[in-house]
T-cell receptor, first 111, second 115 residues
């Protein structure tokens, strides 16, 4: 098991609501990346945080936002939830560009 | 754009037989390639990576991968499959730019090892 923990494990929301997902990175890691994995698909890169700054973003709208804290933990926030946001959200931590280690994910269902 | 492709949605193999899960890549410059495995209701577990050096890379749980530059392939292999190897396997390429390091994944290949 990696040292990356995510909470909550499951979440059910309704369309239009807002959600916050949390990630604690592995000890010694300073970079956190977030990915969205829709059913039957490979993970898609959302964004990456390094030293509390977003330093890369995939093809996701601004209603997807994040934070990284001084202890390198991170949050993913999604506003105005849509049905298509239903997915497994994965957090990965790394030491800069080295191997990314993933948490078990948060399963979000939007009804 | 950097990308990987996994041409097989599913691979079936008998327990004890060798297994191969295929991956091809399209990158400019030197490729940084990875294999991850995902068990049901779990995150991704790192198996192995190719950065540079030997074309045969050894990883976790007896898996290895062969990098072939001329065929732009990075196939995952194991000499003798176990039932517990049944899972979803993802090939990925590391894409760098503007200070970020993002993984671009293939669609995944479901491996079923039949007892």
């Amino acid at each position: 098991e990696t040292g990356v923990t995510q909470s909550p494990t499951h979440l059910i929301k309704t369309r239009g609501q807002q959600v916050t997902l949390r990630c604690s990175s592995q000890s010694g890691h300073n970079t956190v990346s977030w990915y969205q994995q829709a059913l039957g698909q490979g993970p898609q890169f959302i964004f990456q945080y390094y030293r509390e700054e977003e330093n890369g973003r995939g093809n996701f709208p601004p209603r997807f936002s994040g934070l990284q804290f001084p202890n390198y933990s991170s949050e993913l926030n999604v506003n105005a939830l849509e049905l298509d946001d239903s997915a497994l959200y994965l957090c990965a931590s790394s030491y800069v560009g080295n191997i990314q280690y993933f948490g078990a994910g948060t399963r979000l269902s939007v009804l | 754009a950097q990308s990987v492709a996994q041409p097989e949605d599913q691979v079936n193999v008998a327990e004890g037989n060798p297994l191969t899960v295929k991956c091809t890549y399209s990158v400019s410059g030197n490729p940084y390639l990875f294999w991850y495995v995902q068990y049901p209701n779990r995150g991704l577990q790192f198996l192995l990576k190719y950065i540079t050096g030997d074309n045969l890379v050894k990883g976790s749980y007896g898996f290895e991968a062969e990098f072939n530059k001329s065929q732009t392939s990075f196939h995952l292999k194991k000499p003798s499959a176990l039932v517990s190897d049944s899972a979803l396997y993802f090939c990925a390429v590391l894409v760098t730019g503007a200070g970020s390091y993002q993984l671009t994944f293939g669609k995944g290949t479901k491996l079923s090892v039949i007892p």
